[in-house]
């Protein structure tokens, strides 16, 4: 694959999240390459939020299911508007 084409397929879902209109996806600001001593750099500006990682609320316990469901109907309705702009999301898990 030629690097064009590679960079080309990774700006794909960074441009279709701005299109994505959800407040349970973080915004897009601005999607970028640079290309400091000759090698090329991706990066994307992302919204700043408030709050806990979820990787660290459940590491407090187990949460109240109450929670749970309500986040789980945040991260459908999150899909459902990726969905809706094309995109297709291949991993979901609460942290890295």
Same mark, same amino acid.
């Given at each position: 694959?030629?690097?064009?084409?590679?960079? $080309?397929?990774?700006?794909?879902?960074? /441009? *279709?999240?701005?299109?994505?209109?959800?407040?349970? /996806?973080?915004?897009?600001?601005?999607?970028?390459?640079?290309?400091?001593?000759?090698?090329?750099? $991706?990066?994307?500006?992302?919204?700043?939020?408030?709050?806990?990682?979820?990787?660290?609320?459940?590491?407090? *316990?187990?949460?109240?299911?109450?929670?749970?469901?309500?986040?789980?109907?945040? /991260?459908?309705?999150?899909? $459902?508007?990726?969905?809706?702009? *094309?995109?297709?999301?291949?991993? /979901?898990?609460?942290?890295?």
């Amino acid at each position: 694959m030629k690097q064009n084409d590679r960079w $080309a397929r990774h700006d794909v879902g960074p /441009i *279709g999240l701005m299109c994505a209109h959800s407040r349970h /996806i973080v915004t897009v600001h601005e999607v970028g390459r640079v290309d400091p001593e000759g090698r090329p750099v $991706a990066h994307l500006v992302l919204e700043l939020l408030d709050g806990r990682s979820l990787d660290r609320l459940i590491s407090d *316990g187990v949460p109240d299911l109450g929670d749970v469901l309500a986040w789980a109907a945040q /991260i459908c309705d999150a899909l $459902a508007a990726a969905h809706l702009a *094309g995109l297709v999301h291949r991993d /979901i898990k609460p942290a890295m």
